[in-house]
């Protein structure tokens, strides 16, 4: 069973079809032709599990996903960053905060 999902914001304005895993594995030869103009989420009993994407979709995403912000718990610091923040002063202009920090 196919059916035409089209997804349209700033992100992600790639079409979208869900077939389900039988499909998939029967016809991968067509997905893999139809992948290029169409992102395939592929599902088992009426849920998707993953999704096909093109190559250039794909490096998108991990550029994308390169570009988030990683928080890092303080042992995953090196020591020149953990030396390097324990060296750090406030501006002065900043100093009547301190009192928030009692």
């Avoid at 700033?10 to 992948?35: C, D, K, N, S």
């Avoid at 250039?56 to 995953?76: C, G, S, T, Y």
């Amino acid at each position: 069973m196919r059916k035409l999902c089209v997804f349209a914001n700033a992100a992600w304005e790639h079409p979208l079809i869900q077939v389900t895993a039988t499909a998939f594995v029967r016809r991968f030869g067509r997905y893999r032709e139809v992948v290029q103009r169409e992102t395939i989420a592929v599902s088992v009993h009426d849920r998707i599990t993953g999704y096909f994407v093109s190559t250039q979709a794909f490096e998108e995403l991990q550029r994308l996903k390169a570009m988030m912000p990683v928080a890092l718990a303080v042992d995953e610091l090196d020591q020149t960053t953990l030396q390097a923040l324990a060296d750090a002063t406030m501006d002065k202009r900043h100093a009547g905060l301190d009192a928030l920090m009692d």
